[in-house]
């Protein structure tokens, strides 16, 4: 059978496997009501002339045929996929029958009353066993549908089956079940279920859909042995990164192949790509718990609410603008400097299902000019400003001082300047755990961002705030993309130190959450958001080196040392802060202990800071950051001198 591999297979499928449509239903239903009818009289009547006893009561009994034929195509019956039944569907059908029923009854009511022929002595049980083996025939009918397609749809040839690697699916839930449908429906996928692992002890030794489950990860060696499983497909959208990295080591331990089913925030609005398995990333290592937003509370600031976004085409401003999106606004505005990321995310929003085009604009806007940036909130008058646009890259800041300061404490000053004429009722302000008593610019000039954000709170009195974090997986420039080319180069993996630390955590994630934070109704406050545990930069490392599939033996790492501007280990709070809950788990408010900050008022320090900005000196910048007491001294921190390989690394 040559040059025919699955797609062959799968066309051939689609060509000999009938599917039954709306007309083949209603022709059915034609044939099963009536049936109904006939069985209702056999139940009503102890006779074995059925058809004698019936003939007296025409043509009334014949209505509930018509009635229950309208019904039907009123409730959409003939318009559903019925190879994917579900009970939500017939549960449509129970509606469709019992509002057939009340239509019969009340017709022959009044058809009684009228004294129409065949309504004299019409058994008052006639309604209710026509509905009830209506019921019957109707849903069962459907539901054999379900059933042959489940036995017959998903049928492939022998030589097909082979070319599918036979997988066991960790999680036999929701998702479990959901993916084996679609794997079994479409070969293309390439995959093959052949049992099922999942932790609940109750489900050990059930089934589903017919195939086995066989317990957690601990019966995965023996499952693997009696399948003949060459794949291990983790099938837990909402499982915390602990979870997909015991099941990585224990699929690897085992020999198999392990791939992942999207998570729980790329599924959002697309339910379909549960289907849409994927290698495991460092990402979902890295995954926690799924984070559980107000969405009542989000809401009410922002469905219907004008919404404007800088820095709109950056990583986290494009998540902001995606994830407000589908929170319903009158008008989400996106503003960036960079034509090519508006273009793109402006593309992005208005190719979403459901959106209208005028509900997204996008604007090419510098926060950096004043001018420009009190015509633009001049013009929209947004209610809710969520100021993402910033140079974040250390390095580079360090390099240009005047420009990081033209840019995150300048434009943080034009954008809350217009804001505050323009009326906005609420600003937030995206920051960064580099705040904390920075040692870099980049860090100094968002401290600076965070002090002009709370004191133009206090002074307009309304909401106000600055939400602080660490870093996000995938945003770029982050360390993640550089591993990932230096693996696939073959080059040694460069760290700045074995014992460097940093928060991370996914850019959805963290989105979600200065959302959360952003419905506070204070005036000037800074919220942190839950990193949890900082994480190696060594430990990181190895983890991108496991998931390569490249031996760690072979792989070299080489210690450079921290970089002007880094520290080992970041902070989330300053020494005068302290943490305090708020109602979300994840979110926690900075309560100040005490109001020396800088060691000059911003008011003096600031036009001193912008005219040597201006003036590109950047010497005098960072000498004017460093005597406020904004920046503060780098800490050095030897290295080993000898680079190691990735397998001896602590």
């Not at 995959?191 to 489950?213: E, H, Y």
């Not at 407000?324 to 979403?352: C, F, H, K, S, Y």
């Not at 005028?358 to 000019?369: H, P």
């Not at 755990?433 to 961002?449: E, F, I, N, Q, Y």
Request: overall charge neutral; proline content about 5%; charged content about 20%.
């Amino acid at each position: 059978m040559k040059g025919r591999g699955v797609n062959g297979f799968a066309s051939a499928r689609a060509a000999t496997t009938f599917m039954p449509r709306g007309r083949h239903l209603f022709i059915y239903d034609v044939l099963a009501v009536p049936l109904a009818i006939v069985g209702a009289f056999a139940l009503r009547f102890d006779t074995s002339d059925l058809v004698g006893t019936i003939r007296p009561f025409l043509p009334v009994v014949l209505l509930p045929i018509a009635i229950q034929l309208v019904v039907n195509i009123a409730f959409g019956l003939y318009r559903r996929e019925w190879r994917f039944a579900s009970i939500r569907d017939l549960a449509g059908i129970t509606a469709a029958v019992a509002a057939s029923a009340a239509i019969s009854f009340s017709l022959l009511l009044i058809l009684g009353a009228l004294q129409v022929t065949g309504t004299a002595g019409l058994p008052r049980s006639f309604v209710p066993l026509t509905s009830l083996l209506s019921l019957l025939l109707l849903g069962g009918g459907r539901l054999a549908v379900r059933v042959w397609w489940d036995a017959n749809g998903s049928w492939t040839p022998a030589d097909a089956d082979l070319n599918r690697m036979a997988s066991l699916v960790y999680g036999a839930g929701e998702a479990g079940a959901a993916f084996m449908r679609f794997a079994g429906h479409d070969p293309a996928m390439g995959v093959r279920i052949v049992g099922f692992l999942d932790d609940d002890p109750k489900k050990r030794g059930s089934r589903l859909n017919g195939l086995r489950i066989y317990g957690g990860l601990d019966e995965l060696g023996k499952a693997a042995r009696a399948t003949h499983a060459r794949e291990l497909i983790v099938a837990m959208p909402s499982a915390p990164g602990s979870v997909i990295r015991q099941a990585v080591d224990d699929g690897r331990a085992t020999g198999l192949q392990v791939r992942v089913m999207p998570h729980f925030h790329e599924l959002f609005g697309r339910p379909d790509d549960v289907a849409r398995i994927r290698p495991v990333s460092i990402e979902d290592l890295l995954r926690r718990e799924v984070v559980r937003v107000d969405v009542e509370g989000l809401a009410e600031y922002l469905n219907g609410a004008t919404v404007l976004v800088t820095g709109g085409g950056g990583s986290i401003g494009s998540e902001l603008a995606r994830q407000i999106l589908t929170l319903g606004p009158r008008q989400l505005v996106v503003a960036d400097n960079n034509e090519a990321a508006l273009w793109r995310i402006e593309r992005d929003l208005v190719e979403r299902p459901g959106t209208a085009h005028q509900t997204v604009k996008a604007v090419l806007c510098d926060v950096r000019s004043a001018a420009s940036v009190e015509r633009l909130l001049g013009t929209i008058e947004p209610d809710v400003v969520f100021h993402a646009a910033a140079l974040k890259h250390v390095p580079i800041c360090e390099l240009q001082p005047a420009e990081a300061v033209l840019t995150n404490v300048v434009g943080t000053k034009n954008l809350l300047g217009a804001a505050a004429a323009a009326g906005v009722s609420r600003f937030v302000l995206i920051s960064t755990d580099k705040a904390v008593l920075p040692v870099s610019v980049m860090g100094a000039t968002k401290r600076l961002a965070e002090i002009l954000t709370l004191t133009a709170g206090q002074q307009v009195g309304r909401p106000h705030i600055a939400v602080r974090f660490g870093n996000v997986l995938g945003s770029s420039g982050s360390v993640v993309p550089i591993f990932q080319h230096q693996l696939e180069q073959g080059l040694p993996i460069t760290i700045t130190h074995p014992d460097a630390t940093r928060y991370f955590m996914t850019i959805p994630e963290a989105v979600s959450l200065i959302l959360q934070a952003g419905a506070s109704e204070t005036v000037g406050d800074v919220f942190i958001l839950d990193m949890g545990d900082p994480v190696r930069i060594v430990d990181l490392a190895a983890d991108m080196i496991r998931l390569s599939g490249v031996d760690p033996s072979k792989v070299e790492i080489v210690y450079t040392g921290l970089r002007p501007g880094e520290r080992l280990e970041e902070r989330l709070f300053h020494d005068h802060e302290s943490m305090e809950a708020t109602v979300h788990a994840r979110v926690w408010r900075a309560t100040s202990t005490s109001t020396g900050q800088i060691r000059r008022p911003i008011d003096e320090l600031l036009p001193e800071l912008v005219e040597a900005a201006a003036a590109a000196d950047d010497r005098r910048v960072r000498q004017i950051l460093a005597r406020s007491g904004v920046l503060h001294a780098q800490t050095e921190h030897a290295v080993p001198d000898a680079p190691l390989a990735a397998g001896g690394a602590r």
